[in-house]
Each structure stands twice: as structure tokens, then as C-alpha cells.
């Protein structure tokens, strides 16, 4: 039986869990594959480091040289995170003529297509399955499965952590007790920058809406917008509606145009992305010939990852062993991506206004000479004492430049006391 030989940088979360799946089914996956995966190395910053014993340990070494210098080793997985040494290491181990297989999304967003050049030079393979929902399989889906369509929209939960949180708020926690919950579960980082801010999901979508649309989207072009500012009185109104509010990516080719960006979302609650809750991810593609396509499953941990990640390993494998080789596919047009401003949507508005006569209509004429229609109005709650009044509109679509023009006239009104939420609303 032949013996392909790899070479894994990494083994923290995902590194020990392929690592540990290797260990427990290599010998199912060899009678299946017809080839025998054997691991060279182990590249870790630390070799004192308390490890699993799921993996022989003995693997382990801090010089990188020994995996991307063994002109043994096929293949290269990546998994040690982060934009550096990463980049670099998965360059160097094309060019050598290794096959790689990587998780790291921000290396993918940034520098994915010069990547897949040079692995197209060098006639190897660059596979990112684990880059986008973890265990969900979605690259290969839009790669392969949906070569046929031509698709129009794709809306994405794809942070766990931060659906996680709105998950906790739609129970009724404030912002920082459910930040506090998924860092105490695991599911947030020390410094959740990343997922809070959306930084991670924008990676995420880049990568998606590339694919989807076979057009060159780099993360910087995709506007986002974070969980931070959001309070809990906002789920509760919008359960009131008939909405949930969730971290929304959102990619959709209007014309010869792309709207890529990530905000919070008042979403019906009868959306197919409505009932994922907690770490769960899901991706909602709309194809002309396939309709709607749901894909939902676990975007994170060990497992989940290991799984997408071996599954890419075993492509390269048949591949090498079959001489199967997938096309490498680039974007093959340049579709301009559309300025946040000029993006259209429904909007739910909170606002603290003071509790006397004609408050309401001024604001009505200022969201009016933006030419914004208001759909509903509904005052939630007064303060008697303080004289001041809560009321939550719901607008018909209007340009998010119009909507950010006139909230700042808003703001200087002399009736008003605070625009307490502006969140887009989608269907
Ligand atoms: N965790 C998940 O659920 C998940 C899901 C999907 C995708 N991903 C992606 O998978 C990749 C790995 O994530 P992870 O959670 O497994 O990260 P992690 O737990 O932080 O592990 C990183 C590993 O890489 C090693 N490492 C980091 N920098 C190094 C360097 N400069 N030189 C040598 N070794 C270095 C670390 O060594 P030490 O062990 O010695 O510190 C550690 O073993 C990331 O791109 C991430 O975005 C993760």
C-alpha cells in the first residue's frame, strides 16, 4: 500500500485533534483510501508544553526546517493560526511542491488567490475546508457541488461565539454576563476582539462570497459591524415583532455589483437561519438551479475541525495516490463591490425622546426628507418623572446613507435623548 507523508504544523485545539483522530482511525482510513497517511513531524512553539497522549508526543519538534525542508513529506497542514509565520510557511511549502491543507481563514481572506497561484504553478494542491464553519462542509460544497449555479445571496451565522452570546441575550443576559458565560465555557477568548467585532466572520465571508461569486473579495472591502452595542431590551422588542437578532454575514450579487458585509440583523423568526442558536453555524445559499440550501452543523472545535481538516487531507491523498487532481478555480471577473452606503435595507430603530407633543413627527420629517417611510411605530415605555418616552420604529428600505444621515439629525434634535439602537432588519 502506498504511504503518503505529512507533515503538521501545530498541535494545539485542531493540530491535537486531527493528531488524535489519526491515531484512533488511521487504519479505517488507510483500508478506504488504499494508502497509508504517516505524520513526519509536528511543529510546535513550546516541546515542554503538557500535551495529550493521543499522538506520539515523540513527533514533536520547534524546527520548522524538518517539515518544510524533508523532501519526503506530501503534504502540509497547517494549523498554527494567525497571518505570520503562517503565510509564509504555507508559501514556502508550495513552492517546495507540497501539497497543503490549512484552517487559517485569515490567511485565506488576505493572500488566498496569490497562494492558489503558486500552487497552481507548482501543480499542487491548496485546500481551506476547515478556513469556513469547521466541521460544516462548505468550500467543497460551493467549489463542486454548486458548480452549475449561479448564485444570488448567501447569508452565514459563522461565529460560534458570538451566536453563542446573542443566544444567551435572547434568554435575557446582558451583554457582558453572556461574554462572560462563553469565555468561562471555552467558547470565547481572553480578548474576544476577533469574534465580538466581527473581524473573524469578515474573514469568513470574504472567503464565502469569493467562491460564490468567483470574484476576487477581500475582507478589507466588507463591511462589519460587532455584537458590543447591543442590549437585551432590543431581543426582547424584536421577539415582540416576530424577530431574532442575530450576527448576520451577508453576500449578494445585485446586477454587476457585491454587497458583502456583517452587522447584527432583525431576522423573521420563521428565517431558516432564525432556530440556530448557540455555537452552531449554518450557511444559506441561494442558487438558480438548486433554490435554497441550508448547511448546519458545529463551526468549531477539535473534532468538528479535524473532521473538514482530514477531509481535505484524504482529497490530497487520492489525488497523489489516484491522480484525481481538482482544477483550481480563481475568481475569473471583477465584479465591483458596493460601498456600505449605498446598500439598501429595513431598519428598526430605538430611540429615548422627550415625552411631549409633535416629537414624533418631527422625527418622522427628518427620516422623511431622507426619503425613509416609516412601516410601524410603537412606544414602548415612558418615565413619567424623567418626561421621556422609549419608541421603537420599523422603516421601509432605505439607503443606509440616508438612514446614517439622518439618525445624525436626528441626534441634534432637541426632543431627542439618545438613539439607543439602529439595527438593519433582512427577510
Ligand atoms: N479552534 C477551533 O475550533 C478552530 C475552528 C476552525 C478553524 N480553526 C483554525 O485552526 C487554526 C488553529 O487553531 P487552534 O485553535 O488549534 O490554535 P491553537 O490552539 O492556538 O494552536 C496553535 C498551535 O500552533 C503552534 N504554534 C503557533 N505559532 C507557532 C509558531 N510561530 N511556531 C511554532 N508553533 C506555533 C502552537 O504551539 P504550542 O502548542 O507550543 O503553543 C499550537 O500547538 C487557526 O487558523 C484557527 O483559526 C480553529
Redesign the pocket.
Known amino acids: 500500500m502506498r504511504t503518503v507523508s505529512i507533515g503538521v504544523?501545530?498541535?494545539?485545539?485542531?493540530?491535537?485533534?486531527v493528531l488524535s483522530v489519526l491515531q484512533r482511525k488511521g487504519d479505517r482510513i488507510s483500508r478506504s483510501l488504499g494508502a497509508t497517511i504517516q505524520i513526519r513531524g509536528v511543529?510546535?512553539?513550546?516541546?515542554t508544553?503538557s500535551?495529550s497522549d493521543d499522538f506520539d508526543n515523540g513527533l514533536l519538534t520547534?524546527d520548522?526546517e524538518r517539515i518544510l525542508g524533508d523532501a519526503s513529506i506530501d503534504v502540509v497542514v497547517?494549523?498554527?493560526?494567525?497571518e505570520e509565520?503562517?503565510r509564509t510557511y504555507i508559501e514556502r511549502a508550495l513552492r517546495a511542491g507540497k501539497h497543503v491543507v490549512?484552517?487559517?481563514?485569515?490567511?485565506i481572506a488576505k493572500h488566498g488567490y496569490e497562494l492558489l497561484r503558486i500552487a497552481a504553478d507548482r501543480g499542487v494542491n491548496l485546500f481551506f475546508e476547515?478556513?469556513v464553519g469547521?466541521g460544516i462542509p462548505v468550500i467543497r460544497v460551493l467549489r463542486r457541488d454548486l458548480v452549475v449555479n449561479d448564485i444570488s445571496q448567501i447569508q452565514a451565522i459563522i461565529n460560534g461565539t458570538t451566536n453563542f452570546i446573542l443566544s444567551e441575550m435572547e434568554a435575557g443576559r446582558d451583554y457582558a454576563g453572556a461574554l462572560k458565560q462563553a469565555q468561562a465555557l471555552g467558547y470565547a477568548e481572553a480578548d474576544p476582539k476577533n469574534d465580538v467585532e466581527a473581524i473573524?466572520a469578515a474573514y469568513k465571508l470574504a472567503i464565502l462570497s469569493t467562491l460564490a461569486f468567483r470574484t476576487d473579495v477581500r475582507p478589507d472591502r466588507i463591511h462589519r459591524v460587532g455584537i458590543t452595542a447591543l442590549d437585551e431590551k432590543d431581543f426582547r422588542y424584536a421577539r415582540e415583532m416576530g424577530y431574532v437578532v442575530k450576527l448576520v454575514a451577508t453576500a449578494r450579487q445585485i446586477g454587476d455589483t457585491i454587497e458583502a458585509n456583517v452587522h447584527p440583523t432583525l431576522l423573521p423568526a420563521e428565517h431558516h437561519l432564525a432556530s440556530v442558536k448557540g455555537v452552531f453555524n449554518a450557511v444559506l445559499v441561494d442558487g438558480d438551479e438548486v433554490d435554497k440550501l441550508v448547511l448546519y452543523g458545529r463551526?468549531?472545535?477539535?473534532q468538528?475541525?479535524s473532521s473538514?481538516v482530514l477531509a481535505d487531507v484524504c482529497a490530497i491523498v487520492q489525488d497523489i495516490v489516484y491522480g484525481v487532481a481538482e482544477p483550481i478555480q480563481f475568481p475569473e471577473r471583477q465584479l465591483e463591490i458596493r460601498d456600505f452606503g449605498d446598500t439598501e435595507a429595513r431598519f428598526y430603530l430605538r430611540l429615548l425622546v422627550a415625552d411631549e407633543p409633535g416629537v414624533l413627527a418631527q422625527i418622522a420629517r427628518v427620516l422623511g426628507d431622507g426619503g425613509i417611510s416609516i412601516a410601524s411605530c410603537i412606544q414602548k415605555e415612558a418615565d413619567a418623572d424623567a418626561r421621556v418616552a422609549e419608541i421603537v420604529i420599523m422603516t421601509h428600505a432605505a439607503r443606509q446613507s440616508a438612514m446614517t444621515d439622518a439618525l445624525s439629525v436626528i441626534a441634534h434634535l432637541s426632543c431627542t435623548r439618545q438613539i439607543s439602537a439602529s439595527i438593519r432588519v433582512d427577510r
Open positions: 504544523l501545530g498541535a494545539g485545539t485542531v493540530g491535537a485533534g511543529l510546535v512553539r513550546n516541546l508544553k500535551r520547534t520548522v497547517e494549523l498554527l493560526g494567525g509565520p503562517a490549512t484552517a487559517n481563514k485569515e490567511v476547515a478556513s469547521g473573524d463551526g468549531a472545535g477539535a468538528p475541525t473538514a
